[in-house]
C-alpha cells in the first residue's frame, strides 16, 4: 500500500515557474515507477509525465517536452515535477500516480494522490 501527497501548487502568471512534489508513505516507494497527470475542467485525466524505479528513466508527453522534468528522492520517498515556462493551457489539477512500470495510461497506476491545483494566468 501506498498513500501519495502532493503539495506545491499555486498560482503563477504565464512564463513563471512552480515545482510539485509528491510524497509517499510505506516502505516500498523504491519499488514503483511514479508518474504525473493533470486533470482540466471538463476533460479527461492526461498524462503528463513519468519515471521509473530508479529514476533512470523518464517519458513526456510533446506538450510539456522541454518545459518539465521529472526527478525523484528515493532516500526522501518523493517524486517531483518541476514546472517551467508555464502557460495558461497548463492549469489543471496535477495528480501523481504509482505503478508497476513506467506508463501513460490512468489505468497503468495503481494508487493515486488527492491533487494539487496549478493555475497559470495570462
Known amino acids: 500500500q501506498v498513500q501519495l501527497v502532493e503539495s506545491g501548487g499555486g498560482l503563477v502568471q504565464a512564463g513563471g515557474s512552480l515545482r510539485l512534489s509528491c510524497a509517499a508513505s510505506?516502505?516500498?516507494?523504491?519499488?514503483?515507477?511514479m508518474g504525473w497527470f493533470r486533470q482540466a475542467p471538463g476533460k479527461e485525466r492526461e498524462f503528463v509525465a513519468a519515471?521509473?524505479?530508479?529514476?533512470?528513466?523518464?517519458y513526456y508527453a510533446d506538450s510539456v517536452k522541454g518545459r518539465f522534468t521529472i526527478s525523484r528522492d528515493n532516500a526522501k520517498a518523493t517524486v517531483y515535477l518541476q514546472m517551467n515556462s508555464l502557460q495558461p493551457e497548463d492549469t489543471a489539477v496535477y495528480y501523481c500516480?504509482?505503478?508497476?512500470?513506467?506508463?501513460?495510461?490512468?489505468?497503468?497506476?495503481?494508487?493515486w494522490g488527492q491533487g494539487t491545483q496549478v493555475t497559470v494566468s495570462s
Open positions: 519515471i521509473n524505479w530508479s529514476g533512470g528513466y523518464t
Open positions: 510505506g516502505r516500498t516507494f523504491s519499488s514503483y515507477a
Open positions: 500516480a504509482a505503478g508497476p512500470r513506467v506508463g501513460t495510461l490512468v489505468y497503468e497506476y495503481d494508487y
